[in-house]
C-alpha cells in the first residue's frame, strides 16, 4: 500500500535560519510528489511538485524540496525562514501515474519564531 | 473565477440527520475529488469524478455517504443519517484535465461538519 510518513509533529524555526521539514514515501513504481501548505481557516495550497527530472524543485514563496530515490524521502526546505512560514505542511504522493487521488502524511505543524 | 468554493463552511447537526454539501470547482478543471480531514491527520481521500462519471470511491465511503456529479460542473456530497464519527472538515478538490501532464489539485477552503 502506498503511503507517505512525515516523522515530525512540529518543527521550530528562527526567523532567518534554513528549515526542513521531513517526509518519506513508500510507492510501487515512480512516485508523484506534492508539497501543500494549510494556514487556518484556509484550504490547501499548493507548493511545488516532483513529477521527473531534476531532483531539486523549485516552489512557491521560497520553498523548494529535494526528490532523494534511494532513501525514498523528498524533504521541504528553504533557506531563511519567515514568520508568516509558520502553518501546517502536508507532504502528498500519488501513487499512480495521471490525475488521481493524493495519499497525503499526518502533517508537521512549522513554528517560526520572530 | 478564483478558487475552487465550497458550502457552507459551516455545519452543526444532531445525529441521525441528513446533511449535503456542495462544491463548485474551478472552469475548465474536470477532475472533481473528495477528502476528509479528522483533527492531527491529513486529507483522506473519499471519492473523484471526471466529469459526470464517478471513477473511484475508498473503503472510508460507507453507504451512508453518496456523492454526485450531475452535469460534470458542481458536486454534492451527501451524508445520510449522521454520526459523531462523521464530524470532521470535507474538503473538496479539482483538477486540469487528464493528459496534460501531472496537474496538481486545487483545494476548497472546506466544509467543517460538527455532529452533537
Known amino acids: 500500500a502506498q503511503s507517505v510518513a512525515q516523522p515530525e509533529d512540529q518543527v521550530n524555526v528562527a526567523e532567518g535560519n534554513p528549515l526542513t521539514v521531513k517526509c518519506t514515501y513508500s510507492v510501487s513504481g515512480n512516485p508523484y510528489l506534492f508539497w501543500y501548505v494549510q494556514y487556518p481557516n484556509r484550504g490547501l495550497q499548493f507548493l511545488l511538485k516532483?513529477?521527473?527530472?531534476?531532483?531539486l524543485v523549485k516552489g512557491s514563496y521560497g520553498f523548494e524540496a529535494e526528490f532523494n530515490k534511494s532513501q525514498t524521502s523528498f524533504h521541504l526546505k528553504k533557506p531563511s525562514a519567515l514568520v508568516s512560514d509558520s502553518a501546517l505542511y502536508f507532504c502528498?504522493?500519488?501513487?499512480?501515474?495521471?490525475?488521481?487521488?493524493?495519499?497525503f502524511g499526518k502533517g508537521t505543524r512549522l513554528s517560526v519564531i520572530a | 473565477d478564483t478558487g475552487v468554493s465550497q458550502d457552507p463552511r459551516h455545519k452543526i447537526t444532531k445525529r441521525g440527520q441528513n446533511v449535503t454539501f456542495r462544491c463548485d470547482p474551478i472552469s475548465e478543471h474536470n477532475r472533481l475529488y473528495w477528502y476528509r480531514q479528522t483533527l492531527g491527520q491529513g486529507p483522506e481521500f473519499l471519492t473523484y469524478?471526471?466529469?459526470?462519471?464517478?471513477?473511484?470511491k475508498s473503503r472510508l465511503l460507507s453507504d451512508r455517504f453518496s456523492a454526485e456529479r450531475p452535469k460534470g460542473s458542481f458536486s454534492t456530497l451527501e451524508i445520510q443519517r449522521t454520526e459523531q464519527g462523521d464530524s470532521a472538515m470535507y474538503l473538496c478538490?479539482?483538477?486540469?484535465?487528464?493528459?496534460?501532464?501531472?496537474?496538481?489539485?486545487?483545494f476548497g477552503p472546506g466544509t467543517r461538519l460538527t455532529v452533537l
Open positions: 469524478f471526471q466529469n459526470e462519471a464517478q471513477l473511484e
Open positions: 478538490a479539482s483538477s486540469l484535465p487528464t493528459g496534460r501532464a501531472y496537474n496538481e489539485q486545487f
Open positions: 516532483y513529477i521527473t527530472g531534476d531532483n
Open positions: 502528498a504522493v500519488s501513487p499512480y501515474s495521471g490525475n488521481t487521488p493524493l495519499v
